[in-house]
């Protein structure tokens, strides 16, 4: 499988605290059968002052210490860029990093607010399709607003963005909430990605293979490859065996 969210870079978001910690959770993530992950670190003007560029060398760190390893992990960064007026400036200033490219576009990871989806997301969201960046939405199951009525993405949908479930949520384990919409959006075959969405090897574990079972038994097989390997992969540029 291939995780295009998670948080395992050290010491620079909530994700891991240190290179042992971010060892540890792609030791635990390669035991889960996932063979790709891209790193995507909280970029969150006000509260994780990351870009592109600071990202960079904390992941070349990893890259390096995984090497020593020797664990079958690929691994890519990117990073998980929060709604805000500053991905303008970031944009500009050639800072925003990318998951991968699909179609010719270059496709990023977008974080709208937990509580609500502001006014002028949609304004954002194609203001970026238009600079040839194509948003994947993040946890969208989370998202109250979603929660409340899951049509509010659908202005999202209809100027092609993407969307990411969040595994622990389709797993039921972030609450009904998240778990009911997680199924409404399965069951209307909106989702492009599940991905771990790690932080750590706790309450939030870089594992899939619990929603990729669900995935599969409730929507076939076919839809959980689609979803954990299919999909990812295309977006990563990860080349598949036939
Ligand atoms: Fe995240």
Request: with cysteine; aromatic share 4%; glycine share 8%.
């Amino acid at each position: 499988m291939i995780d295009l969210h998670c948080h395992i870079l050290a010491g620079i978001d909530d994700g891991a605290r240190d290179l042992d910690e971010a060892v540890a959770l792609c030791q635990m993530a390669v035991a889960d059968g996932i063979r790709h992950m891209t790193a995507t670190p909280h970029i969150h003007p006000g509260r994780w002052e990351n870009r592109r560029s600071s990202i960079e060398p904390v992941f070349q760190q990893l890259r390096q210490r995984l090497a020593q390893e020797q664990l079958p992990l690929s691994l890519a960064m990117a990073g998980e860029v929060r709604l805000s007026a500053e991905v303008l400036a970031l944009f500009a200033e050639g800072e925003l990093p990318f998951l991968g490219q699909l179609d010719g576009r270059q496709v990023m990871l977008l974080e709208l607010p937990h509580g609500s989806i502001p006014p002028g997301s949609d304004k954002l969201a194609k203001w970026l399709i238009e600079r040839n960046i194509l948003p994947i939405i993040a946890h969208p199951e989370r998202n109250k607003a979603v929660v409340a009525d899951i049509d509010k993405l659908l202005p999202f949908l209809e100027m092609g963005c993407l969307t990411q479930l969040t595994a622990m949520s389709v797993s039921g384990r972030f609450g009904e909430g998240a778990e009911h919409t997680a199924h409404a959006i399965l069951a209307q075959d909106w989702a492009t990605i599940v991905a771990s969405d790690a932080h750590n090897t706790g309450s939030r574990p870089p594992i899939l293979s619990e929603a990729y079972n669900v995935v599969a038994e409730r929507y076939g097989p076919e839809r959980a490859e689609r979803l954990f390997v299919r999909n990812p992969a295309a977006i990563a540029g990860i080349e598949l065996d036939a």
